[in-house]
């Protein structure tokens, strides 16, 4: 008999609690790439987030092309070079230590949208809180994250590029709004520690310091 309420057993709600724990930022992607029907598997279960409204306004982009990949990579280099002008002394010369992505070594890149004019979900939801649709297609990215590691696949989200380069690198319609861009491959290692608290950038911190009751 299970001692865990519900549908699940406790040791299910064990196993995802490591789940959660050996989840990953990765990027250092071993090159061998990762089956299609697992990729396949991947957005399957992403798919079954929540959304304002039933919206589901996440929009997936296979980048497979040369093209689009080139420009992806050069933004990046761009707006990490200029990041790192935001820093002085020993931050600056930690931050150039970071490898901050691994799109050179993951056999694949996906960029996620979020659809700002779908009408699916007719609104609910969203006139008091706009921004709800771009939280649903977090939350896809939240749970794809977790299920692309379930099955042994390391994800790394980057942020360090121009939003329009990439939309316009990629053709996509003018209402679509880059959410994430992620690398997905074979991690070349694993752990349960935050690659920037290993290199000694940002360690996690003390979770009741966030937790207030009113
Ligand atoms: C919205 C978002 C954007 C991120 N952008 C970057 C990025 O551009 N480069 C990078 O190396 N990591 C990026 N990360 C990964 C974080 O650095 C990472 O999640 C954090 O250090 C905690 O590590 P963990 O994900 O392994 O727990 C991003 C994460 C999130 C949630």
Request: hydrophobic share 40%; glycine share 8%.
């Amino acid at each position: 008999m299970s001692d865990v309420q519900g549908h699940f057993g406790s040791a299910f709600v064990a196993e995802f609690d490591e789940l959660l724990r050996w989840r990953r930022d990765v990027r250092h992607f071993r090159t061998d790439p990762v089956d299609d029907a697992v990729v396949a598997d991947i957005l399957r279960s992403a798919e079954l987030s929540p959304s304002v409204g039933n919206s589901q306004p996440w929009r997936w982009v296979d980048v497979r092309s040369a093209a689009p990949r080139a420009v992806v990579k050069q933004t990046f280099a761009r707006c990490n070079a200029d990041a790192l002008q935001g820093y002085r002394g020993e931050r600056a010369q930690k931050y150039l230590s970071l490898k901050l992505a691994g799109l050179d070594q993951a056999p694949i890149h996906l960029a996620v949208f979020c659809e700002g004019g779908t009408a699916q979900g007719h609104g609910l939801g969203r006139q008091t809180m706009p921004e709800t649709l771009a939280y649903s297609v977090v939350t896809a990215v939240g749970s794809l994250w977790l299920a692309a590691r379930a099955r042994g696949v390391g994800v790394g989200w980057i942020s360090i590029m121009e939003p329009d380069d990439v939309c316009a690198a990629l053709d996509v319609p003018d209402d679509w709004l880059l959410v994430a861009y992620l690398c997905l491959g074979y991690p070349v290692e694993e752990t349960s520690t935050p690659e920037l608290e290993r290199e000694g950038w940002q360690a996690r911190t003390d979770p009741r310091a966030r937790y207030l009751v009113r």
